[in-house]
């Protein structure tokens, strides 16, 4: 078992930054990529950001030059700087661990809300 635990959202306006961090616990040695989600009322979670063991990354079109995602390998962290920073990306940020033992599971954080005022 993973235990994801997120911190670092709330209220800012457009145009400013924010950066969200998820600390990992538990059964950790197994994880391989980790990454941000987010999620709207009435849609469906989307891909945010996501980082492999090795630092290789991938990021939605839609945050590309304003996201950066990072990890702390020896602090089992990952985290998220959102710059520039629009009403669009208010949602509920998830943070995801992939762990890849017997077979491929995904642990979930509890989310953290972000808000972007106009």
Not at 38 to 55: D, F, M, N
Not at 70 to 76: C, E, T, V
Request: hydrophobic share 35%; net charge positive.
């Amino acid at each position: 078992q993973v235990q994801l635990v997120e911190s670092g959202g709330g209220v800012v306006q457009a145009g400013g930054s924010l950066r969200l961090s998820c600390a990992a616990s538990g059964s950790t040695l197994s994880i391989s990529h980790m990454g941000w989600y987010r999620q709207t009322p009435g849609k469906q979670r989307e891909l945010v950001a996501t980082i492999s063991g090795r630092g290789s990354t991938n990021y939605a079109d839609f945050v590309k030059g304003r996201f950066t995602i990072s990890r702390d390998n020896a602090k089992i962290t990952v985290y998220l700087q959102m710059n520039s920073l629009k009403p669009d990306d208010t949602a509920v940020y998830y943070c995801n661990a992939v762990t890849v033992a017997v077979s491929v599971v995904n642990y979930w954080g509890q989310g953290t809300q972000v808000t972007v005022s106009s």
